[in-house]
């Protein structure tokens, strides 16, 4: 396993000025079509992928398949009863049912497949490549996508932990006190010296309302031959509505790939990248010659002009909530932006593996 340490460079200062192949579209203005003979493999994710990034990194270099070096990578963190945002342990929707969002994209085989509101399946991105695979459709929802994995061979699983039951529980005795729900506190039960916000191991999560956790996994991967493919999955925003689909199933949204261009994936509030085609705007942005990095924050300065929501804004007038973009292009160079400061995002590349910071429109939040 290669060293994992923080590299200490920004992210604002990688790949800024790189020209990006443009397959055998015509070149655009100011945008070169270079594209390398020979590409160092690299692997972006969401900050919770600094496994996903180093097995994606490590199958391609082995000259596993792209698609199914990401699917791989992000599988550990959906079978990780430990991350609250993904999979298995994943926070459930408001009825305490735990219902998952997933999307690929295959580069080189121009491939896609999706499923929104899955139950009882640990692994949905393994299921969108078995949709992708396997059927003439790009996107499964619900009970449907369930009887499509289990005629897959995929098991049904409870999803939800003890840990993420406890927090659910602890949500809705505090939704209202107009209702019946009661929290320990109030009923006198509570343990001695306990209290309702514990160490839940949600520390990865983030709260795009200051008060909803929520999180996701995107890996993206491009291998030296060039090809990218890319892997987008969820349990989306705890306490949903029943049927809410985010963003991370929805191809152009929370994830995109051409493999002429590069690869794109978001975490953060989904309707707003839903709203805005996030990570296909990050691709064509690229495709027009910007660098990953600028690319990611255009296509955020387009969720900030979309949020007109009163609801949505803080005192400053801009979102009150955070999105979050990975970008590789076709020439390996990559990037990663938050519409507000101090995220962070896992990268593999060259035997490195570790923690970048993103880059970012506002300093912080109002
Ligand atoms: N993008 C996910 C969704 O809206 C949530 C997240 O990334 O935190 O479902």
Redesign the pocket.
Known sequence: MSSRRDFLKTSAGVGVGAAVGLGSAQPLRGAPAVRKSVVVPVSVA?GNGLEAVETAVRNVTQGGDTLDAVVEGVNIVERDPGDA?VGFGGLPNLDGVVQL?SSVMHGPRRGAGAVACIEGIKTPSSVARDVMRYTDHVLLVGEGAQRFALSMGYQLEDLLTERSRRRWIDWRATMSDRDDYLTLEETGHAAPGSSRQEDYGLGI??S?DGVR????I?CNVINSDGDLSGV?T????AW?VPG?????PIVGA?LYVDNDVGACG??????A??KTCGSHSVVELMRAGMSPTDACLEALRRIVTFTVEPRLRNAEGRPSFN??YYAINKNGEYGGAAIYAGGRYAVCRDGETGHEDLAYLFERRG
């Open positions: 969401s945002s969002d999560l983030d795009h956790p929520q999180g996701t995107n987008t969820t349990s989306g925003l949903k809410r689909v985010g963003d991370s929370g978001s975490t953060g509030r989904g309707e990248v839903i999105v979050n």
